[in-house]
């Protein structure tokens, strides 16, 4: 099944705005939005944004996502050290009936 | 405490089987659930999904016609059977709830296919 598209790696310095994208298609993103997803090395995913810009209670104000189109965007603002992860996007694609996840972008604080 | 714990994972040679387990506790097991499994240094990839009363069951191409995933809701446990075993299954399998998203997840459990 064909997944998302992600960068594999984003860098941005501390303090700074990181912006992540997500492309999909009419099937999964463009229809259906996209969730984020934060993974640090040896832990299980965290959900950071839901229904394109729904965030779950406790994440920070500084995660907010978006989308134009087929494409879906996670941008962190204030980046502190505990940001550095990988960040995966996922949908539901209507057409495969399947979950779709992108690659992962694995980012870097400067 | 709401959480997820999956087990059952090990080493099995290609060929072999392995049932998985996910116990849920402290949260309304009236929820979609899905296998999602992470290769070692890969990314993440959705396995399949199951509704509430086991009537919807979906599946990844890559494992359908060897894994089965079910569910006993009276027991608040989901199931993933792992069946004709091959080396590109290894990877880290968690359980995640769906509730417009994957908004819960277990620290996943182990599958090695290996002779």
């Known amino acids: 099944q064909a997944g998302l598209t992600q960068p594999p790696s984003v860098s941005e310095d501390l303090r700074q705005t990181a912006t992540l994208t997500c492309t999909g298609n009419?099937?999964?993103?463009?229809?259906?939005?996209a969730a984020w997803l934060q993974q640090h090395q040896g832990h299980p995913p965290k959900l950071l944004s839901y229904?394109?810009?729904t965030r779950p209670s406790g994440i920070s104000e500084r995660f907010s996502a978006s989308r134009s189109g087929n494409t879906a965007s996670l941008t962190i603002t204030g980046l502190q050290p505990e940001d550095e992860a990988d960040y995966y996007c996922?949908?539901?694609?209507?057409?495969?009936?399947?979950?779709?996840f992108g690659g992962g972008t694995e980012l870097t604080v400067l | 405490q709401v959480q997820v714990v999956e087990s059952g994972g090990g080493v099995v040679q290609p060929g072999g089987s392995l049932r998985l387990s996910c116990a849920a506790s402290?949260?309304?097991?009236?929820?979609?659930f899905n296998w999602v499994r992470q290769a070692p240094g890969k990314g993440l990839e959705w396995v399949a999904v199951?509704?509430?009363?086991?009537?919807?069951?979906y599946y990844a191409d890559s494992v359908k016609g060897r894994f089965l995933i079910s569910r006993d809701n009276s027991m608040n446990t989901l199931y993933l059977q792992l069946n004709y075993l091959r080396a590109e299954d290894t990877a880290v399998y968690y359980c995640?709830?769906?509730?417009?998203?994957?908004?819960?997840w277990g620290q996943g459990t182990m599958v090695t296919v290996s002779s």
């Open positions: 402290g949260l309304n097991f009236t929820n979609y």
């Open positions: 996922s949908s539901w694609d209507t057409s495969l009936s399947a979950w779709v």
């Open positions: 199951i509704s509430y009363d086991g009537s919807h069951k």
């Open positions: 009419n099937n999964n993103v463009g229809n259906q939005g």
């Open positions: 229904r394109t810009n």
């Open positions: 995640a709830r769906e509730r417009d998203a994957f908004d819960i």
